[in-house]
């Protein structure tokens, strides 16, 4: 489904933020990336959705080549690959439905038909009575919910987050995590970049570690530490 092959990536500071990458990601998997800030996952992230080109290597999806898709065939790739922010990125003058109607909106749908995805995906976070509340008036742990259903509006094949219990009070971390879990158990394929020990060694996922750029570890039914 995934794959990054002898991915190096080089800033033009000089900075390495990856080196030499080979990984593969299956359909259906719940993937942990974790490893020091500077290791190199947000940048993983990046060349995926293609916001960043390596500097050498291909990132590949479905047998695509992503670092040579065009202009015009980027936004097909995006509807494919939800994507969770750690600071959300929610807009300020609009409420939660708006706020997830907008992806949809962007694409010339149908009125009727937004309205019926929108409050399904909220539905799935735990949000249904929260549709007229602003960002203001939500908690750090609905915000990130808010930022959950957006990218799944388009029902993508995966859906990556990035750090997303990182400015989420710890009483609200599991809840995060419970959605994400059965968002992949529904046949969602679960990519989560993370800081947080606790998660990673009481799921006991995949987890794929990164340091210094380098892939340091990748076991299946693994912990944090490596």
């Known amino acids: 489904m995934i794959k990054f092959s002898e991915i190096t990536k080089r800033y033009p500071d000089g900075t390495l933020a990856l080196h030499q990458v080979d990984l593969e990601i299956n359909p259906g998997e719940f993937v942990f990336v974790v ?6 996952k947000t940048t993983l992230i990046k060349l995926l959705i293609r916001e960043e080109q390596p500097t050498s290597g291909s990132v590949f999806f479905y047998g695509q080549e992503v670092n040579k898709l065009r202009a015009k065939e980027l936004p097909f790739l995006r509807r494919q690959i939800g994507v969770v922010f ?3 990125k929610l807009l300020a003058t609009r409420n939660v439905f708006e706020n ?3 992806a949809l909106e962007i694409f010339g749908k149908r ?5 019926e995805v929108v409050e399904k995906v ?3 976070v735990g949000l249904s009575q929260k549709m007229n509340s602003f960002p203001y008036q939500l908690s750090g742990g609905e915000k990130q919910r808010v930022s959950i259903a957006r990218a799944l509006v388009h029902n993508p094949k995966v859906l990556v987050a990035d750090e997303p219990t990182a400015e989420v009070d710890p009483g609200l971390t599991w809840g995060i995590i419970d959605i994400l879990n059965k968002i992949n158990l529904a046949g ?3 990519i989560v970049a993370t800081h947080d020990p606790d998660i990673v060694n009481t799921l006991k996922r995949r987890v ?3 340091d210094t750029g380098h892939v340091v570890k990748d076991d299946r039914g693994g912990s944090y530490e490596f």
Request: charged residues 15%; negative net charge.
């Open 111 to 115: 009125s009727e038909d937004v309205r």
């Open 208 to 210: 794929i570690g990164l």
């Open 122 to 124: 909220i539905g799935m």
């Open 86 to 88: 750690q600071d959300f």
């Open 35 to 40: 490893g020091p800030s500077g290791a190199g």
């Open 100 to 102: 997830v109607s907008l």
């Open 188 to 190: 969602t394929t679960v």
